[in-house]
């Protein structure tokens, strides 16, 4: 793969453009202005509220469901394939109302063609969707709405293009995990860059919410944080502990991602592990529930009752949907209750069964499984949600409402 450096243009100083363009200083004002003072300043700065009537258009009219979001997930494939016909009929069936779409993948790739600029991207694009314009019109028609995932720290594409933005071994190379994937470093603002340029072009594409997933740090990463050669972009340099450290930083990305969005009038929403609710924070992957919380617009729970060992006294919470998400939400409405601004809520539920977990440990997940993890959330007071498959093969005969 061909080396690539991410270029980004600097922003000209508004001291210099106005000296260029003036063209009418008296001679006393030229005789006292021998010498240009430069300001850091950006000459055009995101203001902290942004005019939502200055935000960007992009033609697509979709509005946010009345009874709030309540969606399921899509791969590149699938959005771009026969299936889509098929998910938007069950949608257009029950009380189903958006996807959310793989715009860069758990591997790195760009599932279409964004138009941008970006070598990187453009090399690491898959034409998955052969006219992303023609879906997003579908989406309009059928008034779908639609979320990107963005999925940002973990990405072998990225890392194996540019193993300096990465973790590596003493030899060079790009470590890997168990799975044979690798990270981006989230110390690193030029990874949040060119996430955040993935993001602008699908705002710009129509998606009406950016969802940024595996916002973290590698999993044990605590185990092999003093083996792996990266940088820490100054962060080492702040007087904080190495778990500190990691939390600013996946933080950091998140306060920036929202701010650059801003012009873009869309929303941003956070997938987090579960788990991380129910402590002050996972210190390995770097992730602090309330802090990401407070810097977005959705907070997105992985709370898949097959992704918790024994948790909140249940044994096997794959057998016991209703229970696990029950006990779960008790945590959730308590630390975003702390929240001056809370973010909507939106878990992600369990529409795939796990049986990897072997025998007496999962059960078939159906409609009733389904709708227990729903009746769940109703009852804690949240009334969004998101299924998971990762085959995109969702149950049916599911009532979703629930009224």
């Given at each position: 793969?061909?080396?690539?450096?991410?270029?980004?243009?600097?922003?000209?100083?508004?001291?210099?453009?106005?000296?260029?363009?003036?063209?009418?200083?008296?001679?006393?004002?030229?005789?006292?202005?021998?010498?240009?003072?430069?300001?850091?300043?950006?000459?055009?700065?995101?203001?902290?509220?942004?005019?939502?009537?200055?935000?960007?258009?992009?033609?697509?009219?979709?509005?946010?469901?009345?009874?709030?979001?309540?969606?399921?997930?899509?791969?590149?494939?699938?959005?771009?394939?026969?299936?889509?016909?098929?998910?938007?009929?069950?949608?257009?069936?029950?009380?189903?109302?958006?996807?959310?779409?793989?715009?860069k993948d758990d591997f790195g790739d760009m599932t279409f063609?964004?138009?941008?600029?970006?070598?990187?991207?453009?090399?690491?694009?898959?034409?998955?969707?052969?006219?992303?314009?023609?879906?997003?019109?579908?989406?309009?028609?059928?008034?779908?709405?639609?979320?990107?995932?963005?999925?940002?720290?973990?990405?072998?594409?990225?890392?194996?293009?540019?193993?300096?933005?990465?973790?590596?071994?003493?030899?060079?190379?790009?470590?890997?995990?168990?799975?044979?994937?690798?990270?981006?470093?989230?110390?690193?603002?030029?990874?949040?860059?060119?996430?955040?340029?993935?993001?602008?072009?699908?705002?710009?594409?129509?998606?009406?919410?950016?969802?940024?997933?595996?916002?973290?740090?590698?999993?044990?990463?605590?185990?092999?944080?003093?083996?792996?050669?990266?940088?820490?972009?100054?962060?080492?340099?702040?007087?904080?502990?190495?778990?500190?450290?990691?939390?600013?930083?996946?933080?950091?990305?998140?306060?920036?991602?929202?701010k650059e969005l801003e012009p873009y009038g869309v929303d941003?929403?956070?997938?987090?592990?579960?788990?991380?609710?129910?402590?002050?924070?996972?210190?390995?992957?770097?992730?602090?529930?309330?802090?990401?919380?407070?810097?977005?617009?959705?907070?997105?729970?992985?709370?898949?009752?097959?992704?918790?060992?024994?948790?909140?006294?249940?044994?096997?919470?794959?057998?016991?949907?209703?229970?696990?998400?029950?006990?779960?939400?008790?945590?959730?409405?308590?630390?975003?209750?702390?929240?001056?601004?809370?973010?909507?809520?939106?878990?992600?539920?369990?529409?795939?069964?796990?049986?990897?977990?072997?025998?007496?440990?999962?059960?078939?997940?159906?409609?009733?499984?389904?709708?227990?993890?729903?009746?769940?959330?109703?009852?804690?007071?949240?009334?969004?949600?998101?299924?998971?498959?990762?085959?995109?093969?969702?149950?049916r005969d599911v009532n979703y409402d629930l009224e």
């Amino acid at each position: 793969m061909k080396k690539h450096r991410l270029k980004w243009f600097i922003p000209v100083s508004a001291a210099l453009l106005m000296a260029a363009f003036s063209t009418e200083a008296t001679a006393e004002e030229k005789s006292e202005t021998q010498l240009l003072t430069i300001h850091n300043e950006s000459l055009l700065t995101i203001p902290e509220k942004f005019p939502s009537q200055f935000a960007y258009d992009s033609g697509i009219n979709i509005a946010y469901p009345e009874d709030g979001v309540k969606g399921i997930y899509l791969t590149g494939h699938s959005a771009g394939g026969a299936r889509l016909a098929d998910l938007t009929k069950l949608l257009n069936d029950t009380e189903l109302n958006a996807m959310v779409i793989d715009v860069k993948d758990d591997f790195g790739d760009m599932t279409f063609d964004l138009k941008s600029d970006n070598p990187l991207i453009k090399e690491n694009t898959q034409n998955y969707v052969s006219d992303p314009a023609q879906m997003m019109k579908h989406m309009e028609e059928h008034q779908i709405y639609p979320i990107a995932r963005v999925v940002v720290f973990k990405d072998t594409r990225l890392a194996e293009a540019l193993p300096e933005l990465s973790f590596t071994h003493e030899d060079g190379s790009v470590w890997k995990n168990g799975r044979g994937e690798s990270f981006v470093n989230p110390f690193s603002q030029e990874v949040w860059e060119y996430n955040v340029e993935i993001a602008k072009q699908a705002a710009k594409m129509g998606f009406k919410e950016i969802q940024f997933d595996y916002v973290r740090f590698p999993e044990g990463f605590e185990t092999r944080s003093d083996e792996l050669k990266y940088t820490y972009g100054g962060y080492q340099e702040k007087g904080l502990d190495d778990i500190q450290q990691r939390v600013e930083a996946v933080t950091d990305f998140v306060k920036y991602a929202k701010k650059e969005l801003e012009p873009y009038g869309v929303d941003v929403s956070v997938d987090i592990f579960g788990y991380s609710a129910t402590v002050p924070e996972a210190p390995g992957i770097g992730q602090n529930f309330s802090k990401i919380s407070e810097n977005v617009d959705v907070i997105s729970s992985m709370i898949y009752p097959s992704h918790w060992g024994s948790y909140f006294g249940i044994a096997k919470p794959d057998l016991e949907p209703y229970k696990l998400v029950s006990e779960y939400m008790k945590v959730e409405n308590d630390v975003l209750g702390k929240l001056d601004t809370p973010p909507q809520s939106r878990p992600w539920l369990q529409d795939f069964t796990a049986s990897y977990l072997g025998a007496g440990n999962y059960r078939e997940y159906g409609p009733a499984e389904i709708e227990a993890q729903i009746k769940a959330l109703k009852e804690a007071g949240v009334n969004e949600f998101l299924l998971w498959d990762a085959g995109n093969t969702y149950t049916r005969d599911v009532n979703y409402d629930l009224e």
